[in-house]
């Protein structure tokens, strides 16, 4: 009977653990919520024209805003990836209305772009997508103009995506060993 109970203390420990199971991951991205008021650690295009945007950021005090109104404009920053390992991109965006348009590269391909959308001044649009890099450096890259207002950029972030899921015959094994736990309980009453 002590080695049943000590059997289901066990195995209800491991069960619990399931739920908490995670890994935390490092911020690769310099200066991604702008919270510095400048545009440290990124690299911007000749023609940037940008700014501090007070009053209208996502988190904090500040984001980034450019008003590249003639041309595309862009800004970027080279990180440090694993090649074949998956990351979360993640940015807030607005823009003040006008013709626009917004580009978000990770390693050179469009993962996110948007043309003439409406007016999000009052509000950020989040968006959060799985990328893969394929080298030991990956450029993070926001490409954009819009014509007579400006666009927003906030919390951008790029994390590696190390979560483990457990494999679904490892659960169904669990659960038939409890459930065979149970049962033999069960029957010695």
């Given at each position: 009977m002590k080695l049943l109970k000590k059997l289901a203390a066990t195995a209800l420990?491991?069960?619990s653990g399931l739920g908490?199971?995670?890994?935390?991951?490092?911020?690769?991205?310099t200066n991604g919520d702008f919270e510095t008021g400048n545009?440290?650690?990124?690299?911007?295009?000749?023609?940037?024209?940008?700014?501090?945007?007070?009053g209208f950021q996502a988190?904090?005090?500040?984001?980034?805003?450019?008003?590249?109104?003639?041309?595309?404009?862009?800004?970027?920053?080279?990180?440090?990836?694993?090649?074949?390992?998956?990351?979360i991109f993640s940015f807030d965006y607005g823009n003040g209305g006008g013709t626009n348009a917004f580009f978000?590269?990770?390693?050179?391909?469009?993962?996110?772009?948007?043309?003439?959308?409406?007016s999000t001044r009052f509000g950020f649009t989040h968006q959060s997508l799985t990328v893969f890099a394929t080298g030991a450096f990956t450029e993070v890259e926001f490409v954009g103009f819009n014509n007579p207002?400006?666009?927003?950029?906030?919390?951008?972030?790029v994390i590696e995506n190390t979560g483990t899921v457990?494999?679904?015959?490892?659960?169904?094994?669990?659960?038939?060993?409890?459930?065979?736990?149970?049962?033999?309980?069960r029957r010695s009453v």
């Open positions: 420990f491991l069960v908490f199971a995670s890994s935390a991951s490092a911020e690769l991205i545009t440290n650690g990124w690299i911007n295009s000749d023609n940037f024209v940008s700014g501090n945007l007070s988190f904090g005090a500040n984001a980034l805003y450019f008003g590249c109104k003639t041309q595309l404009c862009s800004t970027f920053q080279t990180i440090a990836t694993t090649a074949d390992a998956r990351y978000a590269r990770f390693n050179g391909l469009d993962v996110f772009h948007t043309l003439n959308d409406g207002s400006y666009q927003a950029l906030d919390n951008v972030s457990p494999e679904p015959g490892s659960i169904v094994l669990l659960l038939a060993g409890l459930a065979g736990l149970g049962f033999m309980k």
